[in-house]
């Protein structure tokens, strides 16, 4: 009922965007190269990776291909051309293209991400809301308690004693991996499977970000609750539910939405270390394999696509918070 | 005038200064590392596997037979001096960035802006992950991959701050009847900055031994120097058996990252009543 | 039509509301006593911090705690509603009686479509009213309230709409069910000059069309005249004056309501005239003199008044001062 007119400038506002994003994409690639040269050593054998491991004919390769011989105006804009062309490279260690590893983890990373996003932002709201409503309550109270506490927490830490409490002690869930080995291949068996592995990361990678939502709502509620519009309402007979659910609600659930904008990053980050801890098929186990391996071109790629999923998390989040508020495609 | 009564509603509140003492044990423990336990943390003392409270292991030993103790006490230095020292450097940094940019406005805020969300889009552990593997793993190298990584959004909650105060009456009547740049920026601006800069640094310090012990548990911190991170990250295998030797480090994580907080927030309470009082 | 008979839409009597500080319960409004009839417009003057706003969110029971009415009585078409819970008051209020507020660009929900909000005023109090049909009443009140092209309108939101047009919207919201009283607390003072006097003409004219007794809060007596039948001016919380808008305005009693109509700027008067101020402030609630709160700042005051709050004595038809002075000047004329 908003009318084409609002759903066009919506649209405007999220192409423009995009735009925007596009030159922090050159940046960051950018910013990758001269950091693949700050490395010590041989440019080849950094990028190749476990030096000395790499064959000559496979150094060589890489020279050409990344025109290492080169002036370096000319090898940045071939590593641009490059990157650009989404050509990540070759992981000599794991014989298969950069991209096509990279694109392999994604999906397990994204699982994982969009869980626990789901899971913070969904607990945060409703925990905030409670502290909020109930102000001088125990319930109050015990709910800051757990957001002082979560938010104090080192995640990997919280996740090595979950695993010792739930899947140890307790038998109820698995302690690593993504899959059980040797169980269903697919259909809706093997989604139980992955789901029964994904409960313990994906909660333990949500419990910052909800402490962190908790208190956000809970200080946005209390500002709604103090706000004209809400004398307004009550002034035309709203009782309070309704006054909570119609009214303050979607008002005071707009700092959560931008805040998850800005933390989409950190959560990615976060998940490597969760990754780690519970041997999650993901991104940020091969940027831990990657690591050690000394494979740089492949930690390059990874941080790159890291960072174009960041800028689309991103616009999804714009979109979420244009329809929320009409106001903001005007902005 | 302001510090005596910001000072009374700190000790008001009794989180604050349970934080506050906290804090202080945790800085008298590190302090004192070299008169407790006078060995290298990383020597081998004793039988492996010593659970907590058994003779002469306080809090037992780990899987090598190191004393976890000593490795508590002197990891607490390195937890502290890393966070001290990030939260300095980095406020130092958001201070001039976001202060040129809050104070100078037009081209140069809008360049400092698009820097700042430019470092905000780039996952922070991932990057600096990729910055320790560039350099060498030291506490040198850690330092500057979390300070990297942790500028920018001070630096915009500075610039949020001191374009906010540049455009209220009393800068700019300053500014009308003549106060050069520096003086406005110094007398008029930054004092009254001050409460949200402190108040984020504080977070700040948190922030940092939380990155610094999440960057060390994968095994990217300094090998020679005993930390809570490593810790963690050593006990991590027997972690069926004693899952104390990961346990006992990351509580002292969360105790002291909890202090600084809890001291954050009464300091937010402190010395801004009336934004505080929303939260 | 301001010597109506019968009971009165709204009686006031005794009202007394308090604020619970830290430092002792402060007097927000005391002594308060004023009827409303139908199709009247009662403005209540004051300064700021005078206790007007408070005496009109007393009214709807409103009052935001530390805040609360200790005593009295307000009678709503004869039935005193003080006693009455929050469910009750619920069913009141936009119903009985509805409210509009200071500040238009704030006091509607920035979410919300602004015929959605009109809606929901009557499909709150009408339960049997389909959402059609109270889309329809939406648009045929946007027109009452003067909202231009009201199909198109009613789907936009707040901030689509200038700061008339929102407060022709709360007003469209207050009147959804036929209020038979209208709180109107400052309702002209956040709009420019021009839209002030629109929005006054509109709701003199829907008092007429629905016979409305409206309460008009204004610190403007420049409004009273044209707008109001009867004024009660109010100073530190009590009322100091009363009588019809008219004979207080051209025939001032207490010393206070004649400083406020001096200080009002006279476009006829010579440039180079410095405009005349009252010396000091509202005294605050917790630094009240002890005698009548005007003294300090009262030209005429004696002795007497810096000892003993006046109470108020009739001085002519339908007139009331609480005024030591202006009682005695009157008494002997």
């Known amino acids: 009922m908003a009318g084409t007119p609002a759903a066009g400038s919506r649209w405007r506002f999220l192409g423009r965007r995009a735009l925007q994003a596009l030159p922090t994409i050159l940046v960051i690639v950018t910013v990758n190269f001269f950091l693949l040269r700050l490395a010590p050593g041989d440019p080849a054998s950094v990028m190749a990776g476990e030096a000395g491991a790499a064959t000559p004919e496979y150094m060589a390769q890489l020279r050409a291909q990344f025109g290492l011989d080169r002036p370096l105006a000319l090898q940045y804009l071939t590593y641009v051309r490059n990157v650009l062309t989404l050509d990540l490279g070759y992981s000599f260690r794991y014989q298969e293209s950069n991209l096509s590893l990279i694109l392999g983890r994604m999906s397990a990373t994204l699982l994982l991400m969009g869980a626990s996003v789901l899971i913070s932002v969904g607990l945060g709201t409703l925990l905030g809301l409670v502290a909020a409503l109930r102000r001088n309550r125990i319930e109050a109270a015990l709910i800051l308690l757990a957001t002082v506490l979560a938010y104090a927490s080192p995640i990997f830490w919280l996740g090595l004693m979950f695993i010792v409490v739930f899947a140890i002690q307790l038998g109820w869930v698995p302690t690593s991996g993504m899959t059980t080995a040797g169980g269903p291949g697919g259909g809706i068996a093997y989604a139980l499977d992955v789901l029964h592995h994904l409960v313990l990361p994906a909660v333990t990678l949500s419990l910052f970000y909800m402490a962190l939502y908790t208190r956000l709502m809970r200080a946005s509620v209390l500002e709604n609750l103090r706000m004209n519009y809400v004398v307004t309402a009550r002034a035309k007979g709203v009782p309070p539910r309704r006054l909570v659910l119609r009214h303050v609600l979607r008002n005071a659930v707009l700092p959560i939405v931008t805040m998850a904008g800005v933390q989409i990053g950190g959560a990615l980050g976060g998940s490597v270390v969760v990754e780690s801890v519970f041997g999650w098929p993901g991104l940020g186990q091969l940027a831990f394999e990657a690591l050690f391996s000394r494979d740089l071109n492949l930690l390059m790629g990874i941080l790159t696509l890291s960072s174009v999923v960041v800028i689309l998390a991103n616009l999804l989040v714009d979109l979420v918070h244009s329809i929320i508020d009409p106001r903001v495609a005007l902005a | ?279 | ?333």
């Not at chain 2, 991959?145 to 500028?151: D, E, K, N, P, R």
């Not at chain 2, 960057?215 to 809570?228: E, Y």
């Not at chain 3, 004979?247 to 405009?275: E, F, G, I, K």
């Open chain 3, 1 to 333: 039509m301001s010597a109506s008979t019968g009971e009165p839409v709204l009686r006031v009597e005794g009202l007394r509301t308090v604020v619970e500080t830290p430092r002792g319960t402060v007097t927000a409004v005391t002594d308060m006593d004023l009827s409303v009839h139908a199709g009247e417009t009662v403005a209540v003057v004051g300064e700021s911090g005078s206790g007007k706003s408070a005496f009109a969110y007393s009214i709807i029971r409103l009052v935001q705690p530390p805040g609360r009415v200790a005593a009295g009585r307000i009678l709503l078409g004869g039935r005193d509603i003080l006693p009455l819970d929050e469910a009750a008051m619920r069913d009141i209020r936009g119903r009985e009686m509805a409210m509009v507020f200071q500040e238009p660009s704030t006091s509607l929900n920035p979410l919300m479509p602004v015929g959605a909000q009109v809606a929901e005023a009557i499909l709150l109090h009408e339960k049997d009213v389909t959402r059609a049909h109270a889309r329809a009443r939406t648009l045929d009140l946007l027109r009452l309230v003067g909202i231009p092209a009201p199909e198109r309108r009613v789907d936009e939101y707040p901030h689509q709409l200038s700061g008339g047009m929102r407060q022709r919207i709360v007003i469209a919201m207050a009147l959804a069910c036929r209020p038979a009283l209208l709180l109107a607390d400052e309702p002209t003072t956040a709009l420019d000059v021009t839209v002030q006097a629109q929005v006054l003409d509109l709701i003199d004219r829907l008092k007429a069309e629905l016979g409305m007794g409206v309460v008009l809060i204004t610190h403007d007596l420049g409004l009273v005249a044209d707008h109001a039948q009867r004024v009660a001016v109010i100073y530190a919380g009590r009322k100091v004056e009363e009588g019809p808008a008219e004979a207080v305005l051209s025939d001032p009693a207490h010393p206070y309501t004649r400083a406020l109509l001096a200080c009002r700027p006279d476009p006829w008067q010579d440039a180079s005239q410095p405009l005349v101020e009252i010396p000091g402030v509202v005294p605050p609630p917790l630094a009240r003199p002890p005698g009548c709160a005007f003294a300090p700042r009262c030209a005429m005051a004696e002795p007497a008044c810096r000892s003993v709050i006046p109470t108020l004595n009739p001085i002519g038809p339908g007139r009331q001062v609480a005024c030591l002075v202006a009682s005695r000047e009157r008494a002997a004329a």
């Open chain 2, 1 to 279: 005038m302001r510090m005596p009564p910001a000072f009374r509603r700190f000790l008001r509140q009794p989180a604050a200064v349970a934080g506050a003492l906290l804090l202080f044990a945790v800085i008298a423990l590190a302090a004192s590392a070299d008169i407790l336990y006078p060995e290298d943390p990383f020597e081998i003392v004793g039988r492996p596997y010593l659970p907590p409270f058994s003779g002469e292991f306080l809090l037992g030993t780990d899987t090598l037979g190191r004393d976890l103790a000593s490795g508590i006490v002197h990891g607490a230095r390195v937890s502290l001096l890393i966070g001290a020292l990030a939260a300095l450097v980095v406020t130092a940094i958001g201070v001039l960035v976001g202060g040129a940019a809050g104070y100078l406005g037009g081209k140069v805020d809008a360049l400092l802006m698009r820097l700042t969300e430019l470092f905000q889009t780039i996952p922070s552990f991932l990057f600096a992950i990729v910055l320790v593997a560039i350099m060498e793993p030291s506490l040198k190298a850690l330092l500057i991959a979390i300070v990297v990584v942790s500028w920018a959004p001070l630096a915009r909650l500075v610039r949020a701050e001191v374009a906010g105060l540049r455009s209220r009456d009393y800068v700019q009547s300053a500014i009308a009847i003549g106060m050069g740049d520096a003086g406005v920026l110094a007398r008029q601006i930054l004092p009254n900055a001050l409460p949200a800069i402190l108040v984020a640094a504080s977070v700040m310090v948190a922030t940092a031994i939380l990155f610094e012990s999440g960057l060390s548990f994968l095994g990217l911190g300094d090998p020679n120097i005993m930390s809570w991170g490593l810790m963690i990250g050593a006990g991590r295998s027997a972690i069926r058996t004693a899952w104390w030797m990961s346990g006992i480090p990351g509580i002292a994580i969360l105790l002291t990252v909890l202090s600084i907080n809890l001291v954050g927030d009464g300091l937010n309470e402190a010395l801004n009543p009336r934004a505080a009082g929303a939260t």
